[in-house]
């Protein structure tokens, strides 16, 4: 298939690493090559609340190839994947948060069409509004920035100090899209999945992707 288009996707230290793992799944499956990093917390918190990556330091000694392996797994035991292994293999790339040559770190990279941090940590959150481009997570959002795409933040901590309110406000003023993992209920969701597809959806609608993985909102009792 021709790759048109793609999103980068970074993953970081704080706690939700499902919403990151099902927004890999859902770009994928709307045919979008996602270029995903990880950073080392977040592989940390993977570990911790997918149980992934069982030896310690393993996602420094395993291949690429037996990282994503472990990534397509976990999508296809949470959410009703229906693709087959080998197209989520060939739909993203694993990129070493310290590849600061990569491709993505330049605003020639054309193809990209927006980013999203999910989850962002205050950590990461504080450093990109700071545009510290210290990784290459902070670098691509500092660069999708300053081209004017899209960049969505979904922080996840509480309760927030005013640090944390305060480089939102800042991140927020610089065209980024601020959406906290803060799922809705009015769905009545029955599953994590149905909680995750939640917030997965929203980030495709302000990306602008249409799409149907969710209940929206009708007004009580209108058809
Ligand atoms: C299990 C676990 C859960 C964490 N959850 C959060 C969180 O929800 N929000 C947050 O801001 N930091 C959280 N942290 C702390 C971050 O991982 C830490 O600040 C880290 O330096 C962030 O680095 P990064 O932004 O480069 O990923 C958590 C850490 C661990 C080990």
Redesign the pocket.
Same mark, same amino acid.
């Given at each position: 298939m021709e790759k048109t288009y793609s999103y980068i996707l970074a &993953? *970081? @230290?704080? %706690? #939700?690493a499902i919403y990151g793992l099902s927004l890999l799944r859902a770009l994928i499956e709307h045919s979008f090559f996602v270029h995903l990093i990880i950073?080392?917390? @977040?592989f *940390?918190?993977m570990k911790? $609340?997918l149980d992934m990556f069982a030896d310690a330091n393993a996602e420094g000694a395993k291949a690429d190839s037996a990282v994503k392996e472990e990534i397509i797994n976990k999508i296809k035991l949470h959410f009703s994947a229906d693709r087959d292994f080998s197209y989520y293999a060939g739909m993203f790339e694993l990129l070493d $948060?310290n590849f600061l040559e990569s491709r993505i770190a330049s605003g020639s990279a054309k193809d990209i069409k927006g980013m999203a941090v999910v989850?962002? %940590?205050? #950590? %990461? &959150?504080s450093?990109i509004a700071c545009g510290i481009s210290g990784?290459l997570?902070e670098r691509a959002a500092d660069v999708v920035l300053k081209e004017r795409k899209k960049l969505i933040i979904c922080?996840? $901590? *509480?309760p927030l100090n005013d640090i944390?309110l305060k480089n939102m406000l800042s991140l927020y003023s610089s065209g980024a899209v601020i959406l906290p993992l803060i799922p809705a209920f009015y769905n009545k969701p029955r599953t994590v999945a149905d909680i995750v597809n939640f917030m997965t959806g929203r980030i495709l609608d302000s990306f602008g992707v249409d799409n149907d993985i969710y209940a929206r909102w009708g007004a009580y009792g209108a058809k």
């Amino acid at each position: 298939m021709e790759k048109t288009y793609s999103y980068i996707l970074a &993953l *970081t @230290g704080a %706690s #939700g690493a499902i919403y990151g793992l099902s927004l890999l799944r859902a770009l994928i499956e709307h045919s979008f090559f996602v270029h995903l990093i990880i950073s080392k917390p @977040g592989f *940390t918190v993977m570990k911790d $609340e997918l149980d992934m990556f069982a030896d310690a330091n393993a996602e420094g000694a395993k291949a690429d190839s037996a990282v994503k392996e472990e990534i397509i797994n976990k999508i296809k035991l949470h959410f009703s994947a229906d693709r087959d292994f080998s197209y989520y293999a060939g739909m993203f790339e694993l990129l070493d $948060e310290n590849f600061l040559e990569s491709r993505i770190a330049s605003g020639s990279a054309k193809d990209i069409k927006g980013m999203a941090v999910v989850p962002c %940590s205050m #950590g %990461s &959150l504080s450093r990109i509004a700071c545009g510290i481009s210290g990784n290459l997570i902070e670098r691509a959002a500092d660069v999708v920035l300053k081209e004017r795409k899209k960049l969505i933040i979904c922080p996840r $901590e *509480t309760p927030l100090n005013d640090i944390h309110l305060k480089n939102m406000l800042s991140l927020y003023s610089s065209g980024a899209v601020i959406l906290p993992l803060i799922p809705a209920f009015y769905n009545k969701p029955r599953t994590v999945a149905d909680i995750v597809n939640f917030m997965t959806g929203r980030i495709l609608d302000s990306f602008g992707v249409d799409n149907d993985i969710y209940a929206r909102w009708g007004a009580y009792g209108a058809k």
